[in-house]
């Protein structure tokens, strides 16, 4: 194993540890470990199979974005997504979901650019979801201004979740402006041009020097920008982005129904299914910041948060967080390393390795 990914792991279990500590350190350790010990965990295979026929649904989806530049089968399309899922659950930076598309280059032949635009797809769907689901959140729950838990270097409170929804919409509203400009075949032609003629605007640079950089830099982009394209070919199948919408509504029921079984099995947390949607879309945008692999800590600190709303004590919602967070993870991490074995990818390559440039973009189902 190579040192870098040896310290990138011990980093992790450092981060995670730390992160885990903020948590729960006003939990008194005993109370926690009693609780802990009182849980019926019978109730985690239920939770567990429908929190993996979520990302059945996340493969079937990925399939249909992904229609428009490579047909793939359910397993071939299901094993990169569950590899690139695992990897962020154990290591840091997030770099699952730049494992997919290096994955699908290396054993399906889809240029790097063209599943990194497909995973950017993806992306949104959940965004405008998540957004959708905390207005809703914010609308009809009533938040206490006072609610207040501090988590390292951040305060967790009601102007903390808008603000990182505000932060959220406005990437969200950049990156799908993008995708729209470089899908429209007239706007992806007009930026190619000024990629290419940009070059000759260094007047102060030799015509050799010019064309060498049309050569080996602009050209190299244009063909990049041609290949993301592709995998944004979505955005001109109406049908699609509408059966895509519909999946990920299906996809975030599922992860709370999942977060709610396992509630039952969870003594004093007598709590609605609609409540428990809530409390984990609030977890979702507190795991937005910054956080350590697999979101240990603030995952726990975004639950205890957003189960104080509802009355739950520290003690049940810090146990309660910390089993359910195990329960989702856990099955994600066997099912990846087996998809790894399975498929003969060495995650490790595939988190520090590169993808190979392609010379030539995908050959296009349609034009775009």
């Given amino acids: 194993m190579k040192k ?71 397993w071939t399309a299901f094993h990169p997504l569950m590899i690139g899922f695992m990897m962020n659950c154990i290591l840091p930076g997030r770099v699952g979901e730049m494992a997919r598309p290096v994955i699908l280059h290396k054993n399906e032949n889809v240029p790097f650019s063209v599943g990194l635009a497909t995973v950017a797809v993806e992306r949104v769907f959940d965004l405008i979801l998540l957004i959708t689901l905390l207005a809703c959140v914010l609308t009809f729950v009533p938040i206490d201004p006072n609610l207040n838990m501090t988590f390292g270097d951040h305060n967790l409170n009601r102007n903390t979740l808008m603000a990182i929804s505000s932060g959220i919409v406005k990437i969200s509203l950049v990156l799908l402006t993008g995708i729209i400009l470089i899908s429209i075949q007239k706007t992806r032609q007009l930026i190619c041009q000024l990629i290419l003629k940009f070059p000759t605007f260094l007047f102060f640079l030799s015509q050799a020097a010019i064309n060498t950089l049309q050569q080996k830099l602009a050209m190299p982009f244009v063909r990049q920008i041609d290949n993301f394209a592709s995998g944004f070919a979505l955005i001109k199948q109406p049908k699609s982005i509408i059966l895509c919408l519909l999946i990920s509504t299906a996809i975030w029921v599922l992860s709370a129904l999942s977060y709610y079984i396992m509630a039952l099995g969870c003594p004093g947390l007598n709590l609605s299914f609609l409540e428990i949607f809530a409390m984990m879309i609030i977890i979702c945008f507190f795991i937005a910041l910054p956080s350590a692999p697999g979101f240990w800590g603030l995952w726990e600190a975004g639950g205890i948060f957003a189960l104080a709303i509802f009355g739950v004590t520290h003690e049940i919602a810090a146990g309660y967080t910390l089993a359910n967070h195990a329960i989702q993870l856990f099955p994600v991490i066997i099912v990846g390393l087996a998809s790894a074995m399975i498929t003969s990818v060495n995650i490790w390559q595939v988190s520090y390795g590169e993808a190979e440039p392609q010379r030539q973009p995908v050959p296009h189902k349609s034009d775009i």
């Fill in 4 to 74: 870098n990914v040896i310290l990138s792991l011990l980093f992790g279990i450092i981060i995670s540890a730390a992160a885990l500590y903020f948590a729960v350190r006003n939990v008194p350790f005993a109370e926690l470990l009693a609780y802990l010990s009182s849980i019926n965990y019978w109730w985690i295979l239920p939770s567990a199979v429908i929190g993996l026929l979520s990302f059945a649904l996340r493969t079937y989806r990925w399939q249909i974005i992904l229609s428009s530049a490579k047909s793939l089968s359910f």
